[in-house]
């Protein structure tokens, strides 16, 4: 038996797939593609097929992971065309290899942003402080407020009078984890009163990276 | 543009993706090579309306030929509805995101009488006129098929054409009409004219309805060429109809999301409440080996985990244990759960319980319908108590600890004695499983009661029946909440006010229209859903419309009053329902169509079992 991890992206109107939805998506790909797939053992025998790093509904990505285990060897460059053959729509297969890093050793991810707002020159201002505020929802503590700055890298920032673009890493781990939205949360709620508002958002998770700054894969 | 206008609005909604389209066997074309574009409305959200067999089978039929192309078409839940409308956004067909105003034809699909206010909605959503005689010959012809076409008056005045019966040969035919009149430049008019030259075609604007002075129909007289009255159409022989080889599987959560096959057509049995019975006559199977085909293709093609046996009754199936031996080899090597709803009580065996094993054991659901056999024969549900305890035994010995029983208030001739027998069941059922040897675990058992609202319907043998009135069926839910105290067992019923609402729609006229329109303009809709169903409001709309709901709902017909559906022919005749009426109230019970035919009327059609040798 052999585990493979499947990199795919999801873009344009696959965005609106949950997640759940998603994990049936793959799993009937998988299905009608006839990869000979491991089934759990137990009460409920299901399609082994395990998702790293949910993402957001409506966040755009280049780097989805799905790892599943195969009961015979088949040479990557199939398992990419069989599958590939079986979906569409935005969901697109991009590798096929055997897993390197525990989805425990995922730290940060990376995102382009491209924000429409009527004044982006105060959002620029505001990203490129030297604190950045957001409010956080903790299931026992309730909504706290955190700086986040000390743990985000900011790659690029260019804008113009409507867009605003960022390139942008954000912790992303078991332990840590923002979601970019928080911040344009943080925005458009300090400045609320200044009838400053975001028009429309796309993001777009482009990486994963690990603990030791690799490319995760 | 639209998409740049829905990624707008749609983070902002529940459930986007049933807005996106886009899913894995969906049907796009280049419109510039289409001749029709055919919208197909499901009168209810994207999460209900994809697990309707009949969509998928009129799309994939209408979408085989080269140059008509088929979309979906859903009502959109309210956020999102507020939204469009906002943003003016109409209607759009969910392949193509082109708004169905510009389609050729629009046809509806009427799958309860609580979806109607959703069809004027989304009329409205798609800027296409409400009223049928407001459309000119730039809007789409506006049709509708399905299981209310039977009574479709309440809505006349908001459809253009009606289809009666099985929809795979006559939709074809139109369809090929509709190109002829649109290369010819028919006006409208013309094309509704010439429409119900074809059987099972119904057009009614051309169909006067006058009134006595007690407000029952005096006489439908039809205008001009139009058939005094229109037949409905079957499809003799299923192995030959269309049935789609692939299914569109959605990303969105559905109910009832696995691949279907139709067993058979039709019922047998004959029970005398149950609408579809009489209305899908005559009893027609599919052989065995296009079945085990059609499972294995729909499962290639979709990737499903599951596959359902669909029927009004599919242990009838004559070759079911054949059947289901070759499918559980199939299914159980690709890891598929084989599902067979609507098992009856008295086909059930261990037979057929050991081959459906890789069923989860969720539960079994039996419906007696009436707690007395006097109450059962009454309604000719031939089921004896020896035969559902039997049944019962038979599900706790394999396993089973979970149990659904489904009955029916405000049957006619019903007693209070007769409910009682309810609570006596339910007890025997319980003392059954506690006498028979533990199967190791320590379950105990679920019993749980299903308590709907007899609705009399049009062209079963109690269309004459006046539904019991709410205070009375209230008392009952009381008796039987006091008669049923064992904490092993759970009580539930269906809400008493909305079963009065389908029971007024169902055998309503065509004075009915003005309120549903009232209705729809004070801001009902999704009218089949609990959250959303307002009765106060429905109550005022009948009262200034000046109706009486209890005309409709609580009144008792004579035999030879003339109902609105009297010009609609689904081949059952008048003097069998008269009959089995009579029957059902010296409480005889009549025989099944296999056993013996009982001249129903089915049989001039000449299909199905009325022509096998029995």
Same mark, same amino acid.
């Given at each position: 038996?052999?585990?493979?991890?499947?990199?795919?992206?999801?873009?344009?109107?696959?965005?609106?797939?949950?997640?759940?939805?998603?994990?049936?998506?793959?799993?009937?790909? =998988?299905?009608?593609?006839?990869?000979?797939?491991?089934?759990?053992?137990?009460?409920?025998?299901?399609?082994?097929?395990?998702?790293?790093?949910?993402?957001?509904?409506?966040?755009?990505?280049?780097?989805?992971?799905?790892?599943?285990?195969?009961?015979?060897?088949?040479?990557?460059?199939?398992?990419?065309?069989?599958?590939?053959?079986?979906?569409?729509?935005?969901?697109?297969?991009?590798?096929?290899?055997?897993?390197?890093?525990?989805?425990?050793?995922?730290?940060?991810?990376?995102?382009?942003?491209?924000?429409?707002?009527?004044?982006?020159?105060?959002?620029?201002?505001?990203?490129?402080?030297? #604190?950045?505020?957001?409010?956080?929802?903790?299931?026992?503590?309730?909504?706290?407020?955190?700086?986040? #700055?000390?743990? /985000?890298?900011?790659?690029?920032?260019?804008?113009?009078?409507?867009?605003?673009?960022? &390139?942008?890493?954000?912790?992303?781990?078991?332990?840590?984890?923002?979601?970019?939205?928080?911040?344009?949360?943080? %925005?458009?709620?300090?400045?609320? &009163?200044?009838?400053?508002? /975001?028009?429309?958002?796309?993001?777009?998770?482009?990486?994963?990276?690990?603990?030791?700054?690799?490319?995760?894969? | 543009?639209?998409?740049?206008?829905?990624?707008?609005?749609?983070?902002?909604?529940?459930?986007?993706?049933?807005?996106?389209?886009?899913?894995?066997?969906?049907?796009?074309?280049? #419109?510039?090579?289409?001749?029709?574009?055919?919208?197909? @409305?499901?009168?209810?959200?994207?999460?209900?309306?994809?697990?309707?067999?009949?969509?998928?089978?009129?799309?994939?039929?209408?979408?085989? !030929?080269?140059?008509?192309?088929?979309?979906?078409?859903?009502?959109?839940?309210?956020?999102?509805?507020?939204?469009?409308?906002?943003?003016?956004?109409?209607?759009?067909?969910?392949?193509?995101?082109?708004?169905?105003?510009?389609?050729?034809?629009?046809?509806?699909?009427?799958?309860?009488?609580?979806?109607?206010?959703?069809?004027?909605?989304?009329?409205?959503?798609?800027?296409?006129?409400?009223?049928?005689?407001?459309?000119?010959?730039?809007?789409?012809?506006?049709?509708?098929?399905?299981? @209310?076409?039977?009574?479709?008056?309440?809505?006349?005045?908001?459809? &253009?054409?009606?289809?009666?019966?099985?929809?795979?040969?006559?939709?074809?035919?139109?369809?090929?009409?509709?190109?002829?009149?649109?290369?010819?430049?028919?006006?409208?008019?013309?094309?509704?004219?010439?429409?119900?030259?074809?059987?099972?075609?119904?057009?009614?604007?051309?169909?006067?309805?006058?009134?006595?002075?007690?407000?029952?129909? #005096?006489?439908?007289?039809?205008?001009?060429?139009?058939?005094?009255?229109?037949?409905?159409? =079957?499809?003799?022989?299923?192995? !030959?109809?269309?049935?789609?080889?692939?299914? =569109?599987?959605?990303?969105?959560?559905?109910?009832?999301?696995?691949?279907?096959?139709?067993?058979?057509?039709?019922?047998?049995?004959?029970?005398?409440?149950?609408?579809?019975?009489?209305?899908?006559?005559?009893?027609?199977?599919?052989?065995?080996?296009?079945?085990?085909?059609?499972?294995?293709?729909?499962?290639?093609?979709?990737?499903?985990?599951?596959?359902?046996?669909?029927?009004?009754?599919?242990?009838?199936?004559?070759?079911?244990?054949?059947?289901?031996?070759?499918?559980?080899?199939?299914?159980?090597?690709?890891?598929?759960?084989?599902?067979?709803?609507?098992?009856?009580?008295?086909?059930?065996?261990?037979?057929?319980?050991?081959?459906?094993?890789?069923?989860?054991?969720?539960?079994?659901?039996?419906?007696?319908?009436?707690?007395?056999?006097?109450?059962?024969?009454? =309604?000719?549900?031939?089921?004896?108590?020896?035969?559902?305890?039997?049944?019962?035994?038979?599900?706790?010995?394999?396993?089973?600890?979970?149990?659904?029983?489904?009955?029916?208030?405000?049957?006619?001739?019903?007693?209070?004695?007769?409910?009682?027998? /309810?609570?006596?069941?339910?007890? !025997?059922?319980?003392?059954? %499983?506690?006498?028979?040897?533990?199967?190791?675990?320590?379950?105990? /058992?679920?019993?749980?009661?299903?308590?709907?609202?007899?609705?009399?319907?049009?062209?079963?043998?109690?269309?004459?029946?006046?539904?019991?009135?709410?205070?009375?069926?209230?008392?009952?839910?009381?008796?039987?909440?006091?008669?049923?105290?064992?904490?092993?067992?759970?009580?539930?019923?269906?809400?008493?006010?909305?079963?009065?609402?389908?029971?007024?729609?169902?055998?309503?006229?065509?004075?009915?229209?003005?309120?549903?329109?009232?209705?729809?303009?004070?801001?009902?809709?999704?009218?089949?859903?609990?959250?959303?169903?307002?009765?106060?409001?429905?109550?005022?709309?009948?009262?200034?419309?000046?109706?009486?709901?209890?005309?409709?709902?609580?009144?008792?017909?004579?035999?030879?009053?003339?109902?609105?559906?009297?010009?609609?022919?689904?081949?059952?005749?008048?003097?069998?329902?008269?009959?089995?009426?009579?029957?059902?109230?010296?409480?005889?019970?009549?025989?099944?169509?296999?056993?013996?035919?009982?001249?129903?009327?089915?049989?001039?059609?000449?299909?199905?079992?009325?022509?096998? !040798?029995?």
């Amino acid at each position: 038996m052999k585990s493979v991890r499947i990199k795919f992206s999801k873009l344009s109107t696959a965005k609106y797939i949950s997640h759940l939805d998603l994990s049936r998506c793959m799993q009937r790909a =998988i299905k009608r593609a006839a990869l000979p797939v491991w089934y759990t053992e137990g009460f409920n025998p299901h399609m082994y097929v395990n998702f790293l790093s949910p993402l957001s509904l409506g966040t755009e990505s280049l780097c989805e992971f799905m790892d599943i285990r195969l009961l015979e060897d088949i040479e990557p460059e199939e398992i990419i065309s069989r599958l590939s053959s079986q979906l569409q729509g935005g969901l697109n297969i991009i590798s096929c290899a055997s897993p390197m890093y525990k989805n425990t050793e995922i730290e940060s991810a990376q995102y382009e942003i491209t924000v429409k707002c009527n004044d982006t020159k105060e959002l620029a201002k505001f990203i490129s402080a030297d #604190k950045l505020e957001v409010k956080k929802q903790r299931k026992k503590h309730g909504e706290y407020v955190i700086d986040i #700055k000390p743990t /985000i890298i900011i790659d690029k920032l260019n804008f113009d009078e409507n867009k605003l673009f960022i &390139d942008i890493n954000l912790p992303s781990g078991v332990h840590e984890s923002i979601n970019p939205s928080l911040i344009f949360e943080a %925005f458009e709620a300090s400045y609320a &009163d200044k009838n400053v508002t /975001i028009d429309s958002m796309q993001i777009l998770r482009t990486n994963l990276f690990c603990e030791n700054g690799k490319e995760f894969r | 543009m639209l998409q740049e206008k829905l990624d707008k609005i749609l983070l902002k909604v529940n459930k986007p993706s049933r807005y996106t389209g886009g899913e894995v066997n969906a049907v796009i074309k280049d #419109k510039s090579k289409v001749d029709v574009r055919y919208a197909f @409305c499901f009168p209810d959200t994207y999460d209900i309306g994809m697990s309707h067999l009949g969509l998928k089978i009129l799309y994939s039929l209408i979408n085989s !030929k080269e140059n008509y192309w088929c979309e979906r078409v859903f009502a959109p839940w309210i956020d999102m509805e507020e939204l469009m409308r906002k943003h003016s956004i109409p209607l759009y067909g969910l392949e193509s995101f082109d708004p169905i105003i510009d389609f050729d034809v629009i046809g509806f699909t009427l799958q309860y009488e609580l979806s109607y206010t959703n069809i004027l909605n989304m009329l409205d959503l798609a800027g296409i006129p409400v009223y049928a005689s407001e459309r000119d010959d730039s809007h789409p012809i506006v049709m509708a098929g399905g299981p @209310c076409a039977c009574n479709p008056e309440p809505i006349t005045d908001f459809i &253009d054409l009606i289809v009666l019966g099985d929809g795979e040969e006559v939709t074809l035919e139109w369809l090929a009409l509709y190109e002829q009149s649109k290369r010819e430049g028919w006006s409208r008019k013309e094309l509704i004219k010439r429409s119900v030259e074809i059987e099972g075609i119904y057009a009614p604007s051309l169909y006067d309805i006058s009134y006595n002075a007690d407000d029952t129909v #005096k006489a439908i007289t039809p205008q001009g060429d139009a058939p005094k009255s229109v037949k409905k159409r =079957i499809v003799k022989d299923l192995d !030959k109809a269309f049935y789609p080889e692939k299914f =569109i599987v959605p990303y969105a959560q559905t109910v009832f999301d696995r691949a279907t096959v139709e067993v058979l057509r039709g019922c047998i049995r004959g029970c005398r409440f149950c609408q579809a019975g009489y209305l899908y006559r005559p009893y027609r199977e599919r052989s065995r080996g296009n079945l085990v085909g059609q499972v294995k293709s729909l499962c290639e093609n979709t990737g499903y985990e599951e596959v359902s046996l669909s029927s009004l009754s599919t242990s009838d199936y004559g070759e079911i244990e054949q059947l289901l031996s070759e499918l559980v080899d199939y299914t159980e090597e690709e890891r598929i759960n084989l599902s067979m709803p609507s098992m009856r009580i008295d086909s059930f065996s261990k037979e057929l319980l050991d081959k459906v094993k890789s069923v989860r054991k969720s539960g079994l659901t039996f419906a007696p319908e009436a707690g007395s056999q006097r109450l059962r024969d009454v =309604i000719n549900k031939n089921i004896t108590e020896e035969e559902i305890l039997s049944s019962c035994k038979i599900a706790f010995e394999g396993g089973y600890s979970s149990v659904k029983l489904y009955f029916m208030l405000g049957l006619p001739t019903e007693t209070d004695e007769d409910l009682a027998e /309810i609570e006596v069941l339910s007890r !025997k059922i319980i003392d059954l %499983f506690y006498s028979l040897p533990r199967r190791g675990n320590n379950k105990g /058992i679920q019993l749980s009661i299903s308590l709907s609202t007899f609705v009399p319907k049009p062209f079963t043998p109690f269309e004459f029946e006046p539904q019991d009135s709410e205070e009375r069926i209230a008392e009952k839910q009381k008796l039987l909440t006091n008669l049923i105290r064992s904490r092993k067992i759970s009580l539930s019923w269906n809400d008493v006010k909305t079963s009065r609402l389908e029971a007024t729609l169902a055998r309503g006229d065509r004075r009915l229209n003005k309120a549903i329109y009232a209705a729809w303009k004070s801001g009902c809709v999704f009218d089949s859903w609990s959250e959303c169903l307002d009765t106060n409001k429905w109550e005022k709309v009948f009262k200034e419309c000046e109706l009486d709901p209890a005309f409709y709902a609580n009144r008792k017909r004579e035999y030879n009053e003339v109902m609105p559906w009297s010009h609609l022919d689904y081949m059952v005749s008048r003097e069998f329902l008269i009959s089995e009426n009579i029957a059902a109230y010296e409480g005889k019970t009549t025989l099944n169509c296999r056993e013996h035919c009982t001249n129903c009327g089915v049989a001039k059609m000449q299909g199905g079992i009325c022509v096998e !040798k029995r």
